[in-house]
Structure formats: C-alpha cells, structure tokens
C-alpha cells in the first residue's frame, strides 16, 4: 500500500484533538492505529521527537564551540531545550497548542551535521550537483524518513510521521531551493527546506497552507531559537569570563559589535539604529556592565538573561494581539508581529556574542581541517560500497539499482549518513578510514 493510500483521514477517533486545530491538523501521512486516546496527536509528536536518537545526538554538535572544550557552554541539545521552553510558554501565550511548538523547537537544529555551519557548508558544496545540502532540508528529511519509527505496509521509512500541524511548525523556509524568495539585501538566498525526492510528503504537509509563508507555530519556534542564541550565546560569553560588557563602552569595541551584526544579521538596519538599540539594552536595569564570578554576580546574570528573554518574548506578544486580537492563534489564522526595536536588540545581542566569541575563535586552520575530514568521509563511502556505513544505511545503499540517477542517490544516501554524525563520531569514522586501507583492509590508504 502506498503512502497516499495508507493516510489518515478520522484523526479524530484515535486521540484527543486539542481546541483551535481543524482534524486535517491531525493527519499523519502514514496511517496508525493508536490504543492510548488519552494523550492528544501533538502530545504524542512531541514524544517521538523527544525520544528521537536524532536529539540525543545533538549532545555532541557544535552550537558555537565544540562540545568538548567548555563544559559550562551550550551544545546543541541544551540549546534545543532552551528553545523549546521559550517556544512553549510564547505559542501559549497565543493560542497555539505548546505541544506542537514544543516538538518544532526541539526539531529544529535536528539537520544540522558535524561541525556546525562549517560542516553545512562543505556538505552544501559536495552536493551541488545533486540538490546542495541545507540544515533545514535535513531536519524534514529525518523527521520524515531518516529517523525510524514508522514504516509503510510495502516497507518505506516514514521517519517520525508527526502529524500535519507539528511537522509544519519544524518548516522556517517552505520552498525548494529553486523557489527561495530574494534576501532584503539582495543576495541569493541559500536557504531552503526540503529536497527534490521528499516533495511528496512536502506538498502533503503544506495542503492548506499560504505559498511561500510559515504557520504561526513555525514563526514562534524561528523567534525563540533567535532570542535564545542571542541572549545564551552573551550569558556564556560572560560566565567564561571571555566577555565583560562594560568593554561595549570603548568606541571601537562598540563599532565592531555593529559592524558584525550588519554583516551577518541585519545588513538592512542603519549603524545609528545599532546603536540606539544598544543603547536601550545597556538602560535595563539589569545589564551588568561588570562582573567578578561570584556566586551572587552569577545569579545577577542569570536574572539579566530571564528578564531579556521575557522582554523580547512579551513584545511580540503583545504586537500580535494588537493586531490578531484576544481570541485563540494557531496555524494560518495569524502572523507573529516583531516590533523592529526588539529585531535589532536582538541583532545586536547577536553582533556582541559574534564580535567577542564567533570570530576571535574562528580559525582557518581548524576550518580547513573539519572541511577534510568531511570530504575525506564522504570520498571514502562513495568507493567502498557500504562498507563503512552504519547498518541501516548499508541496508538502504544495498537496494539502490544501478542506472540512471544511481550516483547521485548513493551520495545522498552518504551524506545522509554523515549528517548524522556528531563532531566525535565523525573524527572517529575518518581515523578509522585513514588507518586501514579500505580496499585490503591491511595497511594505510595515505
């Protein structure tokens, strides 16, 4: 039986259907029979993605440095988690079900490989040819075929099989690469969110949904993962004592805070609007200019970060009541509003994390060295026909006919697998190539 022919069309007889979502909400592209009706759909999505090895793995995946060299900064599982929980209590807020923005927010770094953004964009370049590689495209593809749960009754991977509504909410560009709509600067926009060969589930999820635009759900998850990064990437900044935001007060420091935040975040907004966005931050009372470690300085930090949260949070809140009104908000039903002052105090919290911490630890040397170690993977699974794949995706490379478009399914299926990796277990596999000779096993390939 197919997909198409295997969906569900009565969620409603098989688990509890939360106010404000309309039964097609609750479809799941695969059929299923649930004996447990007392947990809703979307508390069950949140479940399967909790309990996803795919969320375990980001334990051990760059979110701003390796995992293994700060045991206070965030990885990208504590950083989820801290999305998720800021999504939660603000898509409350609105009307929309927690749950389904719960399971989005812990979705969505789920694609991201090895390495961070480094190793997206090696993977993006080795894939050129065959669609690229986007973080964003992955995380559907796992949550809708890599990751295992469910299967089809002719034996197709249906990943997760969240419902509608919450595999929706994962979705922050709904286009194809092809599709993508213009930057406000002008230049290409490389993001996009699904690939050429998971279009079917793609055009199921977006049945009902407005070309072009993500549903209030996704838009919450985007705005939480933004104040999140923003503000815990400042509060490790400082509690690693790499960042004291008394400096922001010399000229130059203060310009390039603003330089940065232009480039990377928001090139549109002027150098003056920088500024005076900082300058509102540094009015709170609560910005610590100065900090010696101490226990009680810790907690002021820890309170400095909660209250920004809360601030950036309730404005939204607040704008999109004073449009939408005071009923229930969820899906298509409404936009979230961002006030423009809290875009760029958002911005330039970034800028500071980016100026103090992303660039004084870049460095090319380590750049070039993950960019090998990822070719190197990817080179060495092409040649030796499953053989250092895991066994799931020797599974999948072995039922891959040879002809036309075999090639370029077998790359994908290879770097699926290495997107699945974490920064450890990639160095790992790579060590484990370079010191066999992966044709006779017996000595060196280099």
């Not at 060969?197 to 549903?215: H, Q, S, T, Y």
């Not at 010191?435 to 060196?444: A, I, L």
Request: glycine content about 6%; charged content about 25%.
């Amino acid at each position: 039986m197919s997909p198409e022919a295997n969906r569900l069309h009565t969620p409603d007889r098989l688990g509890i259907l939360p106010a404000g979502y309309a039964y097609e909400d609750a479809e799941r592209y695969v059929a299923e029979n649930h004996h447990n009706r007392h947990r809703s759909h979307f508390e069950r999505d949140r479940a399967r993605v909790l309990h996803s090895s795919a969320l375990r793995r980001l334990a051990a995946k760059t979110q701003v440095v390796a995992p293994s060299t700060d045991d206070f900064v965030r990885n990208r599982l504590t950083h989820s988690l801290e999305v998720a929980q800021i999504g939660r209590e603000l898509g409350k807020a609105l009307g929309c079900d927690p749950d389904v923005v719960d399971a989005a927010c812990l979705s969505h770094d789920l694609g991201h490989p090895p390495f961070g953004h480094n190793g997206e964009t090696a993977l993006a370049a080795m894939t050129r040819e065959i669609g690229g590689f986007e973080g964003n495209a992955q995380t559907l593809r796992l949550l809708v075929r890599l990751e295992p749960k469910i299967i089809t009754e002719d034996g197709h991977p249906a990943g997760l099989n969240l419902t509608r509504a919450a595999l929706d909410a994962t979705c922050k560009y709904p286009w194809r690469a092809e599709d993508a709509p213009q930057r406000p600067d002008g230049k290409p926009n490389l993001k996009f969110g699904v690939y050429q060969d998971d279009l079917p589930v793609f055009r199921w999820m977006r049945e009902g949904a407005i070309e072009g635009r993500k549903c209030l759900e996704a838009q919450v998850m985007d705005l939480a993962d933004d104040i999140s990064y923003s503000v815990h990437d400042v509060e490790d900044a400082i509690a690693s004592n790499t960042l004291q935001l008394g400096q922001l007060a010399d000229p130059l420091a203060r310009a390039r805070v603003i330089e940065w935040t232009q480039r990377w975040y928001l090139p549109q907004a002027t150098a003056e609007e920088l500024d005076a966005a900082l300058r509102r931050l540094e009015a709170s009372p609560v910005w610590i200019p100065l900090m010696d470690g101490s226990r009680k300085d810790l907690a002021r930090l820890k309170n400095m970060t909660s209250q920004l949260i809360g601030r950036f949070a309730m404005s939204a809140v607040e704008a999109t009541r004073d449009v939408a009104g005071d009923g229930q908000l969820t899906r298509y039903s409404a936009e979230l509003v961002v006030p423009h002052e809290t875009e760029l105090e958002i911005a330039v919290l970034k800028g500071i994390a980016t100026a103090f911490v992303m660039t004084v630890r870049d460095a090319q040397p380590l750049y070039d060295n993950q960019n090998e170690i990822l070719t190197i993977l990817v080179n060495a699974l092409m040649e030796t026909d499953g053989r250092f794949l895991s066994p799931e995706f020797a599974g999948d490379w072995r039922e891959i006919e040879d002809g036309p478009g075999a090639e370029a399914a077998r790359l994908r299926l290879v770097v699926d697998q290495v997107a699945c990796l974490t920064d450890i277990s990639a160095v790992a596999l790579h060590d484990k190539i370079r010191g066999t000779n992966w044709r006779t096993g017996d000595k060196p390939l280099w």
